[in-house]
């Protein structure tokens, strides 16, 4: 039995989605994490697949770019042996005037079982889950939430600390996020992720990049002052500046933001010796994290990546697993 989103009150038990944190909670959170132990185990494999989802299919609709989430979800499904079927915008019929509500109609009547979708829209996966009736996982939607990202951070932090996937798996961990936090949808998600599992989160930012009503996320606080921050916290967690949503004006210079807000090798070298690094990626080396930095054995980036591949197994089984074996 999954605690993975139900679409509504009326809706059948095994019609379920995974659009953001808040929906999934914690007890939906530590379901996910324990699953994705197990899968985790697939990947040491000679062959890393199993049979789970033999006979579905997944289809991957990205309005947006994407390396990791994309690959990521891919290999996800055919590690549990479902076809995949990928969605290219450019190479679809969306260049001729298309809807997104043609397009996901489209693919459910082709016998499609479970849609990830990735927008620039905020809001576009609850929509597409308004459509259909098959399962609808959000893979990034505008400013608003990536759920997968924050469950994959989790999963790489509980297995770098060597913690099991518990309720109270984070507990007393001082997370520092910093960078580009107004404009995103990782922020939204794993500051949401982290504190549900524990975690003590401090947001790190100039007044430009931070969004509009702070006080009403879930964390302890807010500041300015990085050096001061990083001087106390376990966890850096790094973020992009979102070029692509007009971040560049919140900035006076990419130079001065660097020499503020970057996680530059002296940065680096003044951690506490037991902190990690993390950034959900793509990293811009040289604005806000250093080669220096990015190279440590103690930033977790290429973990995170593997920790989402196990992560995106559970989420699929969970969502389509249980139902075909229940
Ligand atoms: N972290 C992340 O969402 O990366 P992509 O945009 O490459 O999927």
């Not at 999934?24 to 996910?32: H, K, N």
């Amino acid at each position: 039995m999954t605690v993975l989103q139900p679409r509504s009150p009326e809706a059948p038990e095994d019609r379920r989605d995974l659009l953001d944190v808040d929906g999934l909670g914690r007890d939906g959170i530590v379901e996910v994490l324990r699953v994705a132990e197990s899968f985790a185990e697939v990947a040491r494999r000679p062959i890393p697949k199993v049979p789970a989802l033999r006979g579905r299919t997944v289809a991957t609709l990205f309005y947006e770019e994407s390396t990791r989430t994309r690959l990521s979800f891919e290999t996800s499904a055919r590690r549990l042996s479902a076809d995949v079927m990928s969605f290219g915008l450019g190479a679809s019929s969306v260049s001729k005037g298309e809807s997104l509500r043609d397009t996901v109609l489209t693919l459910q009547a082709m016998g499609v079982d479970l849609i990830v979708v990735r927008h620039p829209s905020a809001g576009a996966p609850q929509r597409v889950a308004s459509w259909v009736d098959i399962p609808i996982v959000n893979a990034g939607d505008g400013w608003h939430a990536h759920p997968t990202q924050a469950l994959a951070d989790c999963r790489a932090l509980c297995s770098a600390l060597d913690r099991p996937a518990r309720a109270d798996a984070l507990d007393g961990l001082r997370v520092a996020i910093v960078g580009d936090i107004r404009h995103s949808r990782v922020a939204r998600s794993v500051s949401r992720a982290l504190s549900f599992l524990g975690a003590v989160v401090t947001l790190v930012a100039p007044s430009s990049l931070l969004p509009p009503r702070p006080d009403t996320w879930p964390v302890a606080a807010v500041s300015h002052d990085l050096d001061a921050t990083i001087a106390c916290t376990d966890v850096v967690y790094v973020l992009r500046l979102q070029a692509e949503r007009g971040a560049g004006a919140f900035v006076p210079s990419l130079r001065e933001y660097t020499a503020r807000f970057g996680i530059t090798a002296e940065r680096a070298a003044g951690l506490l010796p037991s902190a990690y690094l993390m950034h959900p990626g793509p990293m811009v080396r040289g604005v806000e994290i250093a080669a220096e930095a990015a190279d440590l054995a103690r930033c977790l980036v290429t973990d995170q990546v593997a920790a989402g591949i196990a992560v995106r197994m559970a989420v699929l089984f969970l969502l389509l697993g249980s139902a075909q074996n229940g």
